[in-house]
């Protein structure tokens, strides 16, 4: 931060504050230090946050809004792991369909809940989930 503020970068400075804020923020509501991985959850959701305006500005045909939101997801997406591809996020639903026999639909919460724990942060929880409710449709 401190050097994004010495280069006169607005918009990194801003972003990053703003991660900051919604981070102490959950501190308080929790009165306790927060995990790593409760960290990677907030950051992950302020991404989603900026993925959704990103889609909102460009219905609106604001281009100018959406590439700011645009560059801040990309900022916040430096904190966050590599996310998974496709190919290796339907081997991990594939092994945890097999571990849970789960086959039918009725079953996307317990894998979701299983899936969850290991891919939070390291994939969009949403598109998991279609690939979950695809695999077990398919079966």
């Given at each position: 931060?401190?050097?994004?503020?010495?280069?006169?970068?607005?918009?990194?400075?801003?972003?990053?504050?703003?991660?900051?804020?919604?981070?102490?923020?959950?501190?308080?509501?929790?009165?306790?230090?927060?995990?790593?991985?409760?960290?990677?959850?907030?950051?992950?959701?302020?991404?989603?946050?900026?993925?959704?305006?990103?889609?909102?500005?460009?219905?609106?045909?604001?281009?100018?809004?959406?590439?700011?939101?645009?560059?801040?997801?990309?900022?916040?997406?430096?904190?966050?792991?590599?996310?998974?591809?496709?190919?290796?996020?339907?081997?991990m639903v594939q092994k945890t369909i097999t571990n849970?026999?789960?086959?039918?639909?009725?079953?996307?919460?317990?894998?979701?809940?299983?899936?969850?724990?290991?891919?939070?942060?390291?994939?969009?929880?949403?598109?998991?989930?279609?690939?979950?409710?695809?695999?077990?449709?398919?079966?």
């Amino acid at each position: 931060m401190k050097a994004a503020m010495k280069n006169g970068d607005k918009l990194n400075v801003v972003t990053i504050r703003s991660a900051i804020s919604a981070i102490k923020l959950e501190e308080i509501n929790t009165r306790s230090s927060l995990t790593n991985e409760k960290v990677l959850s907030i950051i992950s959701r302020l991404c989603k946050q900026r993925r959704e305006s990103i889609e909102q500005y460009t219905k609106a045909n604001r281009k100018d809004l959406a590439i700011k939101e645009e560059n801040e997801l990309l900022l916040l997406s430096q904190y966050l792991p590599s996310q998974l591809n496709e190919t290796e996020i339907n081997e991990m639903v594939q092994k945890t369909i097999t571990n849970m026999k789960a086959t039918s639909v009725k079953d996307i919460g317990k894998v979701m809940a299983a899936l969850s724990k290991d891919l939070n942060g390291k994939a969009d929880l949403g598109a998991v989930s279609k690939i979950v409710k695809r695999t077990l449709v398919e079966s």
